[in-house]
């Protein structure tokens, strides 16, 4: 499935996510690793703090931009928000043990800069790409092969 998307305000990337976290919830296939690209200031770390509202993360969602990890637990479920952003070479990946990470049997992996790990990451299940609109929209291209209805 490949979609694309407008998302003029807050209220559409927060329906977004909600149909994210809807799908997610359904989801047993686990684990899901979700790719979100696109230039600095295009909502990809917004859209990842919405949709683990709608999970029902409770505390705080801290954006991963400089511990590059940052972990949540709902139940039994784990959820990694990771950004790339400052990694600088691939070793650095290995070194923070993220392979452990994405290979969590019950786990959902948000990765924000999935570029920085071409060739240590796997193909993600759903692709998200942001790019910039104008001043404040964002044009949105959701990819995926599984069953997700937007």
Request: aromatic fraction near 10%; glycine fraction near 6%.
């Amino acid at each position: 499935m490949n979609k694309e998307l407008v998302l003029s305000s807050l209220d559409e990337t927060k329906q977004l996510a909600e149909k994210l976290a809807s799908f997610l919830k359904e989801e047993n296939n686990f684990p899901i690793s979700i790719h979100l690209s696109g230039d600095l200031g295009t909502g990809k770390t917004t859209l990842v703090k919405e949709v683990l509202n709608y999970l029902g993360v409770e505390n705080f969602i801290n954006s991963p931009t400089f511990t590059l990890i940052e972990p949540y637990e709902i139940n039994d479920l784990k959820i990694f928000h990771i950004d790339l952003y400052r990694v600088e070479k691939i070793a650095e990946l290995s070194a923070i043990g993220l392979e452990e990470y994405l290979q969590e049997a019950n786990s959902i992996n948000f990765i924000e800069w999935p570029e920085k790990g071409s060739g240590f990451l796997k193909e993600p299940d759903i692709s998200i790409f942001l790019f910039h609109q104008g001043d404040f929209a964002r044009k949105c291209r959701v990819e995926t092969s599984l069953d997700l209805k937007l």
